[in-house]
């Protein structure tokens, strides 16, 4: 599949003359620096770990939490549900498991963000058919995938948008935001694509905007973590370096600010795109993966920068400055930041267990 990118066609007619001449340095916006936290694949452990990244977005005072998909393990038991007391008395059925993954993870993991703002992804283990879909996804996070701020942007993006989607966009401060489902093999498709450049083209053509960030579930292709990435099927590879190259333009011509979040990979790392790839095909993004939400964690990839982090868990602080610079900063969560009320819930033994056993790397 070969899709022809239109977005600085579609840019030049909304922006007119000028426009994309001026840097983003000049795009100044007024206020305080302001701060938002992201991560993803809350799986396995998620309903201890995810708790105290609820208290990390308190204590920073964040405008939002972003979760970047892998709610739910889904193709089996995650073992933070296994392990709730009223389960250990009485084992759950696969069916049973299957009824309750999704309110869990709204009771366990939502609800622990109180009035903080909570952006909601897909990942690829919320669509596992014929046990779960993307219409079973949207149906049940209906109220944070047409949160009022997601439905008021849809609709200022097209007047006609009624629909809401496992992909979103929305603007805050002069940052805009998007969420990309890459969550299955055939993402992104035609249909996700036009939106996306469409919806950039009219960022670009508004000096308001100084920054683009674009997070997603499984990382755009030719990054360090090529080999659980996008580059898993050739929609995405292809697809993915569309977006990419979009995104390269938008920074290069457009004069944005971008950066570029992912997880599915089950550790920390930044610099992701920082490839031999991307240095020969335009150049290197500020990228990060952040799959550290409580999945079990992974063994870092041959040629992983010094920087990266492997088994740990927490999340990406983002600190936006009033030009529209991102500063990021790894949170990690350690076992004795669990909340009391959460070892309780599940004693210590599995706390620990948590830590130190859910992993495929020795500690």
């Known amino acids: 599949m070969r899709i022809r990118s239109s977005i600085f066609v579609l840019f030049a007619i909304i922006s007119g003359a000028g426009l994309a001449e001026r840097p983003a340095a000049a795009q100044q916006t007024s206020g305080a620096p302001w701060r938002f936290l992201a ?22 005072q964040v405008a939002f939490y972003w979760h970047l998909g892998d709610l739910r393990l889904t193709t089996g038991f995650d073992e933070d549900i296994a392990h709730q007391s009223e389960h250990i008395a009485k084992p759950l059925s696969v069916a049973q498991y299957e009824q309750i993954e999704w309110p869990d993870y709204i009771e366990s993991q939502i609800k622990p963000f109180g009035s903080i703002p909570f952006f909601l992804g897909i990942g690829n283990h919320e669509t596992v058919p014929p046990l779960k879909t993307r219409e079973d996804f949207l149906l049940q996070f209906a109220d944070w995938l047409d949160a009022p701020v997601l439905r008021a942007q849809r609709l200022k993006d097209d007047p006609t948008d009624f629909r809401m989607k496992t992909y979103f966009h929305w603007i805050d401060r002069g940052v ?48 360090i973590s090529a080999g659980h990435s996008m580059n898993e099927s050739p929609t995405g590879t292809e697809s993915g370096r569309q977006v990419y190259a979009d995104l390269l333009r938008a920074r290069d011509e457009g004069h944005k600010r971008v950066y570029v979040l992912a997880s599915h990979s089950h550790y920390f790392m930044d610099g992701i795109f920082d490839t031999d790839y991307w240095k020969q095909h335009g150049g290197v993004l500020p990228g990060w993966i952040v799959g550290t939400a409580g999945a079990h964690r992974y063994a870092l990839p041959p040629n992983s920068p010094p920087t990266a982090l492997v088994n740990v868990y927490g999340s990406l602080l983002g600190t936006v400055q009033p030009n529209g610079e991102i500063n990021f900063e790894f949170q990690r969560v350690e076992e ?28």
């Open 39 to 60: 991560s993803g694949d809350s799986r396995n452990c998620g309903d201890v770990v995810m708790p105290a990244i609820a208290e990390t977005a308190k204590k920073n």
């Open 336 to 363: 004795k930041d669990i909340p009391d009320a959460v070892a309780a819930r599940y004693g210590k033994d599995f706390v620990h267990w948590c830590f130190a056993e859910n992993s495929d790397v020795s500690q």
């Open 176 to 223: 805009s935001f998007y969420y990309l489902d890459s969550a299955t093999a055939d993402q992104f498709d035609a249909a996700q694509l036009r939106w996306f450049e469409r919806t950039l083209a009219k960022d670009l053509a508004d000096p308001a905007v100084t920054t683009i960030v674009t997070g997603m579930h499984k990382a755009l292709p030719e990054s």
